[in-house]
């Protein structure tokens, strides 16, 4: 909303509640990062409203380790976090069950629905990041999708501020901001050991920003 | 202060709603009866014209005929009475919120919390006539200090009467017929016997002497024709409805009329809402279709509101989807109302900017991946694979799961990466260990293996017992399998972990 439209009493109610609360009020800013509490993706300083690629190209490469901290991170104003469940894969057992009480799980049995279902989460721009999780599917099913179905979520994502992490099972979204390839470091003792010890354990790597759009206030 | 609103010959008005033209007198008889019963049916109420010519109540149809060749016989009508009587309360409703329906065309005002009433009796009473007389109606207005005493002014008024100095008035009362008491007809038969006929009559008697012979009955009927006693009001309370029903004359084939019609309602009903300063928590559309079946869906306002386009957005995505074998016969469309809520909830839990247009994408969302998909999850306590279950997402019930049972959930090690439904597999034992497996997705052989663990549950029902034995498998690509033997020794793969 454009603040010049409001009224000057509105105005400095809102400033004078944004000085006694900073935490939360927290404005968006031109390139402000999202904040996640997870190492990996808050290194990459993942402006709001930008898509990410996470990259998971073997099996047991840290994918849904990275999806349960996802689902866990706090924020200064509880936000809401939605999954859409491209092959029907999240295990609610495996995260902690107060997380669920702020996530929004869409299950999907095809591509073409999470690819909807994300379409509709992006405009409505209610929940601020959204988790695509299309890791399961075959590479060569996702090359075919014509590659303008990722601009729309990026057009999308930047016209509502909605953070988008999609978790594909090879690189193949060229317009996204960033994009972070988790590489398989998990072996079976793993499933003993601590959950954030785990996840700060993740190798991953990350190639830059290919895409620089405009940034959407 | 009290006024009563008394529609003389009320059945008789209500049918012709001043419409008649000539003698006419109403019978208490239906038409389909046979000749003879329509000969012998009793005269009930007669207009002007027919009194002129000598018809009287009571009499039979063939001696008013007799009297009046011309005479026009009516018949009773209950739904044209329930109607003039709906424009009697209507009326009185406009008045005050303090009024009863004491009989058919009678009703009685409690006015003594209106300022201005007394002393502008006569204004405030022609009003009321002229209100009715815009319904066609013929209204008398009676004004007095007790209830029952403002029935009998209303009943002598021409058309207005205000009783004040009741032992100055209750003269006039007199040569009232006794029917307007309304005594029972075997009290009615007594006071026949003994030749009372009017209220006059009756007052001349004693008291204690009516009361003796005629019980407590009579002792009413003597105080209503001294002018009564102070007594309550029935006080018609009419309950708010938010709820229409509409049977079409042509069955409709698709969505556009049908939302027309839909979007009128909604008006009408966020009228009745804003009248009553509530708002709509839930909206509930049924849908009748021509082949007897029926669409019954109960949406609910993610935030409370009387908006009417808001309102009919959610209705109309919640019928974008709906399919149906025939045409559409009739529709009922009712809102659940609540109080509107006086304030933000939790100043920093409220992360929704827009819970309307959120439950709207909620309906798409449902409508793409199909209905029970979408929600939030609540953990069931069970140790069964998928032991959970998907809920609304402004459902705000918490968990089912005993806290302990949340505690336990607070995970550590690799996240299970469902497969659903769990391939069934091939897996090669070597030594009772899986080595290889195989299914239509994965073959692998297995570098490593870690297992098994048992875990069984319900197993005091046969009939719902479960018994599984997990493996969690390497295979060669490096990734982490988690394989299980059911009790009927099939394999399935349930996920990755990791």
Request: aromatic share 6%; proline share 5%; hydrophobic share 45%.
């Amino acid at each position: 909303m454009n603040t010049l439209l409001l009224p000057a009493n509105v105005i400095a109610f809102r400033e004078l509640l944004q000085s006694k609360f900073p935490g939360a009020h927290p404005t968006r800013k031109e390139g402000e990062a999202l904040i996640t509490g997870v190492a990996c993706v808050d290194a990459v300083r993942l402006p709001r409203g930008a898509v990410m690629e996470i990259v998971g190209e073997k099996a047991s490469s840290g994918v849904g380790l990275l999806l349960a901290a996802l689902l866990q991170r706090e924020s200064a104003v509880a936000e809401y976090t939605a999954m859409v469940d491209g092959c029907d894969a999240f295990d609610p057992w495996s995260v902690p069950a107060l997380s669920l009480d702020r996530l929004l799980w869409v299950r999907c049995q095809q591509v073409t629905q999470a690819i909807k279902a994300a379409d509709l989460l992006l405009r409505d721009g209610n929940i601020s990041l959204v988790l695509l999780d299309l890791q399961l599917y075959a590479a060569r099913d996702l090359l075919r999708l014509p590659s303008s179905v990722w601009h729309r979520l990026r057009m999308l994502g930047e016209q509502s501020g909605v953070t988008t992490c999609i978790f594909t099972p090879g690189p193949l979204i060229s317009c996204a901001a960033s994009r972070l390839v988790l590489e398989p470091s998990l072996a079976a003792d793993d499933q003993y050991r601590d959950r954030e010890e785990l996840v700060s354990a993740l190798r991953t790597s990350t190639e830059g920003a290919r895409y620089h759009g405009r940034r959407a206030g | 202060m009290f006024a009563a609103i008394h529609l003389p010959c009320f059945q008789f008005q209500a049918i012709t709603l001043g419409g008649a033209a000539g003698p006419a007198a109403l019978l208490d008889e239906v038409v389909t009866g046979t000749p003879l019963a329509r000969e012998q049916a009793c005269v009930l109420q007669v207009n002007a014209q027919a009194e002129r010519l000598l018809v009287h109540p009571g009499m039979t149809a063939s001696m008013a005929r007799a009297r009046c060749a011309t005479l026009q016989f009516l018949y009773r009508d209950a739904g044209a009475e329930l109607a003039a009587q709906e424009v009697l309360l209507q009326c009185s409703s406009n008045r005050t919120p303090f009024y009863e329906s004491t009989s058919p065309g009678l009703c009685v005002l409690d006015l003594s919390s209106l300022p201005g009433v007394k002393g502008a009796e006569l204004a405030y009473g022609r009003a009321i006539c002229e209100e009715l007389a815009r319904s066609k109606l013929t209204a008398r207005v009676g004004f007095a200090r007790r209830a029952d005493l403002a029935i009998l002014a209303a009943h002598t008024a021409a058309p207005i009467r205000v009783m004040l100095g009741e032992e100055v008035d209750r003269a006039c009362l007199g040569a009232l017929p006794l029917e307007v008491l309304q005594p029972a007809w075997q009290t009615a038969e007594v006071f026949a016997l003994w030749g009372v006929k009017t209220v006059g009559d009756l007052c001349k008697l004693p008291r204690a002497g009516v009361t003796e012979r005629l019980g407590r009955e009579g002792m009413l009927l003597w105080d209503l024709a001294t002018g009564g006693r102070d007594r309550l009001l029935k006080l018609v309370r009419p309950v708010p409805g938010y709820r229409v029903e509409e049977d079409f004359e042509h069955s409709i084939e698709c969505l556009e009329p049908l939302l027309f019609i839909l979007r009128r309602h909604l008006q009408s009903l966020c009228d009745r809402l804003g009248a009553t300063w509530r708002v709509a928590a839930a909206a509930v559309v049924e849908l009748h279709f021509e082949d007897g079946s029926r669409h019954l869906r109960e949406l609910r306002i993610a935030e409370p509101t009387r908006d009417v386009e808001l309102l009919f957005r959610v209705i109309h995505t919640a019928l974008e989807g709906v399919s149906a074998a025939a045409p559409i016969r009739g529709v009922v469309l009712e809102f659940r109302a609540v109080t509107p809520a006086g304030s933000q909830s939790l100043l920093f839990e409220r992360t929704l900017k827009d819970p309307n247009r959120f439950a709207e994408t909620l309906a798409h969302l449902e409508a793409v991946v199909g209905s029970g998909n979408v929600g939030r999850v609540r953990l069931l306590p069970s140790r069964r694979l998928d032991a959970f279950a998907v809920t609304g997402f402004f459902e705000n019930e918490k968990s089912t799961v005993p806290l302990r049972a949340l505690e336990e959930s607070t995970c550590s090690g690799l996240p299970l990466r469902r497969l659903r439904p769990a391939p069934v597999t091939q897996v090669f034992l070597v030594d009772r260990k899986p080595a290889a497996f195989r299914n239509a997705r994965y073959s692998q052989a297995v570098t490593a293996c870690d297992g098994p663990w048992l875990v069984s549950g319900d197993w005091w029902d046969v009939t719902q017992a479960w018994r599984r034995e997990i493996w969690i498998v390497t295979g060669e690509d490096g990734g982490l399998y988690q394989l299980a033997r059911h009790r009927n020794g099939e394999w399935v793969m349930e996920g990755l972990l990791g």
